[in-house]
DNA sequence: AATGAATGAGGCTTCATTCAT
DNA sequence: AATGAATGAAGCCTCATTCAT
């Protein structure tokens, strides 16, 4: 049953969300989904697997969304916008993420998983693509690595309102505060 | 004997940093202490106790040097020094760094041992009396944000060379990269 | 299976008695039960809660039996049964009995299965119905605290053969030199 | 120095009748005597010796007055003296009693210093003298298991207020009920 | 006479996982 | 497909006791 398996995939990323990978455990996990502990195994095999299972799917679900921008964008809005977008995603999944980063640093993850390389390679992709469609000759790598810092600095420094709650206004002067030291 | 402390101390980080609190386990630590499991407990009385005096020691040991800078230093040269030097405590430390952010993400660290506020709030700090000694009127706190966010990409993010690896001159291209698009 | 269960509880209830709750080891109990010391935690949970399912067994099984009397039994059968009924019960579970002593002094068992009060009050109804029956005037308590003394003293003070293990007669005569004390 | 022996003994005995013999931890009496936890163990060499220690300490400061009477005591005058006196002292040592009756049973207790034994031998040896002074032919040895288990019943079946806090008059009357029923 | 330092042994409990139905 | 029953391994911590000063 497609159920069941859903049950525990929500309940797993509930609960290895709220306490990390070797914090959480399998009994937690199935009573969450209403489930024997012994199914978890029967379908995932592995409270490792399960884990794995579980992240990829988060990171399908929430973070694969691939960035795109006009061709004729300045340079400018494409920074705001990107960031924007970024800022954005981090900070509806700010849980997640956290734990993420927390899991990739300790080494659960398995390579293809690091997450922090998933949002950075996003991110400097699409900044070489600018780059190249718009023939500037800036270090797009530096670049890079620039907008992944502020991003994981959203992540993991204290912070006030979280940027998906402020308003669009407030948004852009946010935003702006970044663009107008780093473009230009 | 202050001896038996020290090995204690000295083993506790050492496997801390390498599997982080939950997986490390106290056997191991006494093995590695070449102590009696016992003697920990005496001396510290709660894993969860070692591990936030190894990390206080750690801390003090290794991150809590005062920034300086002389009065009359240029802005460039300002940003560029901050740089240099915390990209080179962060690179000598990695390990070590990782671990806290990792802890830090996971709630596993107490209050005012919260890694990154740290090395976010002493850089912040520099960006500001910088600021005001020479008038600037530019947001402090975005470029505290940005100086932030660069190190934490040099903690998690994947790198080449370790930065205290490089050469003077190597590190002095590096570090322009950054001056270039922060610095007007 | 029913199977296990009851063989956990058997051991326990064997060993508790040997040793009181605090000297008895889940290990040993284990052991005895032929089951592996999780299957305890499994099926009780906590030693404590073993304990106490453990007592709660053993009252229910041997001392929760009610005492009847014809009607019109004389006052002196009615001590004689009464008390024969009850020196059979605690000769027969004599080990059980000074357990239970021994851990309600000890304030380890649960308010509801303070056994001296279990023994004592069911003597106490026995007698306040037998007065009320035969409309004596005497002053039931005070007989209640005799009979409950006698009880006890048989559990606690030194003795010489056990009572069940006396031939009839031997009953028979032993009762009745408390008779002639307290009955008239 | 017979200071830190006393404080040791005074120490230990307020820790084992709290807690009895092997919930007692040499650390929390080494604690509370304000003594190095060593310093138990040059003075007594034992765990167990010290418990054994103070518990003869208790008995012969608590329980081994000598019951005295005078020879042309009535029977009934006598049997209220010797239950008011022996009621006093339990009550008035109600902890310290519980504590030895639980031990007692538990077989903590060294054969020689079995408190039942002692509190039963010393009133049955009272009866004794009385009855051969009186030349009664009584069975002085029933009246010695009543008179020990009405002793018995006070340390542990549930009361109401404790005798040695009631006035003379509420003692005379509660005794005399006793003696209505034991004697004539 | 007194103690700080150290420890072997063991206790209760939890965890991920397998077995049998 | 699902689960109740069972477990080996291991973790944190505590206890009575010895050693060296």
Redesign the interface.
């Known amino acids: 049953m497609k159920d069941k398996t859903d049950q525990i995939i929500k309940a797993s990323i509930s609960v290895f969300v709220k306490k990390?990978y070797?914090?959480s455990t399998t009994k937690e996990i199935a009573l969450k989904a209403n489930v024997a502990e012994v199914t978890l195994y029967r379908k995932f095999g592995t409270k490792k697997n399960l884990f794995e299972f579980s992240v990829k799917s988060i990171t399908d679900d929430k973070f694969s969304s691939v960035l795109e921008f006009k061709e004729e964008i300045s340079t400018s809005d494409f920074f705001g916008q990107l960031l924007d977008n970024r800022l954005q995603v981090i900070s509806k999944n700010i849980s997640v993420v956290?734990?993420l980063?927390?899991?990739?640093?300790?080494g659960n993850l398995p390579k293809d998983l690091?997450f922090?390389?998933v949002i950075?390679e996003n991110v400097s992709l699409a900044i070489k693509q600018h780059f190249s469609i718009k023939k500037l000759n800036?270090?797009y790598q530096?670049?890079s690595?620039?907008i992944?810092?502020?991003?994981?600095?959203h992540a993991?420094?204290?912070n006030g309102k979280s940027y998906h709650k402020l308003n669009q206004q407030e948004k852009e002067e946010y935003i702006n505060?970044?663009l107008?030291?780093?473009v230009k």
Chains 1, 2, 3, 4 share one sequence.
């Not at 980063?101 to 300790?106: N, Q, R, T």
Request: net charge positive; glycine share 14%.
């Open positions: 990390g070797i914090a956290k734990m980063i927390s899991e990739s640093l300790a690091k922090t390389h950075f800036g270090d530096t670049y690595k620039i992944g810092g502020i991003l994981l600095g993991i420094l204290p505060k970044y107008e030291i780093i």
